[in-house]
């Protein structure tokens, strides 16, 4: 039995049956690779039962503690059925792109079972008129909720059930997995008590850790080497809101060699700059179409992983953010690129300053039972609605392979991301990347974007802008001097990324 960390809870206590609090993908395979060119749903669930000792996630359920006075418990899961996880559908004619994404949205929109082990793979096919495809493919549409693991440790639940060729080798070693009781309440009450008595060492210890860091940030700030503007709050959108119970998702691939010639028209751009700036002359775009654009930028949350190089497997979240400005007020596509860098490089000397990590643990101060409460008060109420947003969205990138992947034989020719809105964010971009492609995925609110096809026009024209003022002569990179206005104090850039 072991306890979910205070930031592993949290998703748990923001749980609503309006913002189920998953991640996921969506997976493209070509069956033609697999032995006899084809692929049965009985084969997968032979193959993924026997990768099940490759991620803890797969078997492993939620014990909650009365009154959440206490943060719950994972256990061993005694009633686990693979077949209640594993599901098999398809698009009904034609069985085109428009089709898979409502349900891939439709999908990602049903809260899970909580007393179940949280994750569900659907497999998906008759995607027949999808432009593109061969002929026979399926989609893997997963969902694993984010108290089980965040975007870099979820990359190594589906390393579990992927090969590195079509063979299907099974694992070398037998699965040891053994189910567990599930504990008596007076057990959990027991540990609730002495978690409690030990509350206020881990908030010493917390605040202890951040204090150098609040003191060098505070000296650099002081210096002016790194602004604090990045802690105003974020100018409110549509998409900042109490938001519905149902979801529109669509993905938008582009050539990760092109992202990479336009990082270069700026020095030391990194991908993320390039692909947030995509998405800030996407939702430009989108809301000036509108006539909604806000005169200040739209801000970003980016997570970041802080997970050491020994806990690359390991259950749960271990997460901090920064938050970004996505240069929505301008209108040159590589002055917003530089805008972009600029408050990128701002926001990470501002969280290496403190220590993500110790930022990451700030969680840690909360008691269980006031985060819980708070959470359900926070949605009952509609609070979302009655102020400024800390952030307008998230964008999350999860590096994927560069190499082939196969499930059940079947090769993968795409890798798509999904993920969580909820009261006050209704907007999600993840980013995965997989062989020579990186696509911009993205999950929304439906009464907040009622027409997801045109903000994947607005990515498309978006990337498309950037790609060729990158490529024009007039766009020599420029280090000393930036033209955009209101002027801004440039960061120093001391060892950026």
Known sequence: MQQLSAQDASFVYLETPHTPMHIGSVGIYDPSTAPG?????????????????????????????????????????????????????????????????????????????????????????????????????????????HAAIDGMSGVEMSAAVHDLDANMTPPDRADAWEPENMPRVAELLS??????????????????????GMAKLTAQVSKGDVSIRNARPAPKTRFNGKVSAHRVWDAVPFKLADIRAIKNAVPDATVNDVILSI?????????????????????????????????????????SAMVVGLGTQIEDPLERLRFVHDEAVNSKAMTNAVGAKTLADYSKLVPSGLAGLAARLYTRVGAANAHAPLYNCVVTNVPGSRVPMYFCGAKMIGMYGTGPVFDGMGLINPVYSYGDTIAVSFTCDRDKMPDPDRYAEALRSSFAALKNAAATPAAAPRAEKNDNKPARKRVKRKGAT
């Open 191 to 212: 540990r609730s008590y002495v978690n409690s008595l030990i509350q206020p060492m881990r908030v010493m210890e917390t605040i202890g850790r951040s204090l150098p």
């Open 37 to 145: 060119g084809f692929v049965r749903f009985k084969d997968i669930l032979d193959f993924i039962g026997q990768r099940l000792q490759g991620a803890r996630s797969f078997r492993q359920r939620l014990v909650r503690v009365p009154f959440d006075l206490d943060h719950p418990y994972w256990i061993e899961d005694p009633e686990f059925d693979i077949e209640f996880h594993v599901r098999h559908i398809a698009l009904p004619k034609p069985g085109d792109w428009r089709q898979l994404c409502i349900q891939v949205a439709r999908l990602h929109a049903r809260p899970m079972d909580l007393s179940k082990p949280l994750w569900e793979f659907t497999v998906v096919e008759g995607l027949d008129e999808i432009e593109g495809l061969p002929p026979g493919c399926f989609a893997l549409v997963s969902k694993v909720h």
């Open 279 to 319: 998405v800030g002359g996407a939702l430009r775009t989108y809301l000036k179409d509108r006539d909604e654009l806000p005169k200040d930028t739209l801000t970003a949350m980016a997570p970041i992983s802080v997970r050491g190089e020994g806990e690359k497997a390991a259950l749960g979240n271990l997460v």
